[in-house]
């Protein structure tokens, strides 16, 4: 072995200590050179000191893998860049979350609120959104304040400042508050189906024609008013079957009616738009791509609801059917959108098939339905 100690060393203390570790010098050598790069692949056991060292302690309520913070010195980084979007850009990647941010108009009164526009619709409320608030309130810069966080819905509100209208319902921000800071979250999510009405749905609805050939419509065999019959008379007689059978929706009321994967009513949610629609290149409405342009006449009919902020929380719609021409219940006032289960009485139901919608109270739920014939 070499000696490290001076050559003219006489200190028996020091001749003996080095005497006796040396069969240790090789480990000892191995462990030193894996003490400069141990930080960057830490045992499990080094992350909470690396934490506290680094001075991360703040994020490991929102961070689950403490590895995140710590492999190629992510948390350090982040430190670096904190109180610019640079910051939130990063914390936000740690749970696979991206967005923009949006600052309030300076000449308003809280013209250091913040406004955050995700790319990707939380997958849950929680833990998601606690994790997407107190990532981003600790990235932002000092003075700023996490006003909102808007995904697929942001309806912005109507200023109306300085007028009669200041302070009313128009004068507020979509959104619903589900966290402790109070953030304000809008989240939307639309659902689109095309359904063909098959003959046993439409003689259970008593709307019905059989396919017809070349000879026409037979009046005397059918029950439709006269009125309904807003089509050329030029009409081949299967346009002229669509548009009769898609006249007879829009005379009735309709709602979207939610089930859980065992059959039981979630809840029912009025229909705010029921047209006969025909397809055309630029329209009011789309389904699936295609525009449609609301026209008496047309040869199908445009079905669609909306859900509202906590109509529903923390259960999953496995199917959706439309109840049409239902009653109200007795109590229940004519203008409630939303209709627990026993609230609607009657009606004809018409399934539109399975779907896979968990109901959140920070989610409106847009379900688009387009009925062919």
Known sequence: MVSLLPSQSSDVFELTLEASIEPRWAVLAEGADSVRGIKFEPPISFLPFLIYEYGLGELTPYISNLYTLIIQREGVNWQRLRGTPAA?????????????????WHGRAFWNSTQLTLDMLPSRDSPDLEQIEGITRLSLPLRSHLRRVVHGYDVGACEADRSYFDGCMLDRESGVVATNAETLWSFGRRTELVHLLTEQEGLALGNWLAPVDDTGLMWASMQYPWVTATFQWANSPASQRRALMAAW??????????????????????????????????????VQGTSYRPEAGGPNVYIEAMTDFADASDIEAASIELTIGPALASGVKPGKLWLSPGELVGGSPLSLGAVSLPLRKTVRDQVKILLRF
């Open 249 to 286: 929706f829009p005379q009735r009321s309709i709602y979207l009616t939610f089930k859980t994967a065992a059959g039981a009513v979630i809840g029912h949610r009025r229909t705010r738009a029921n047209r006969v629609v025909r397809e055309t290149s630029e329209g009011l409405y789309s």
């Open 88 to 104: 939130v850009s990063k914390g936000l990647g740690w749970i696979s979350q991206s967005g923009t941010l949006e600052d309030a």
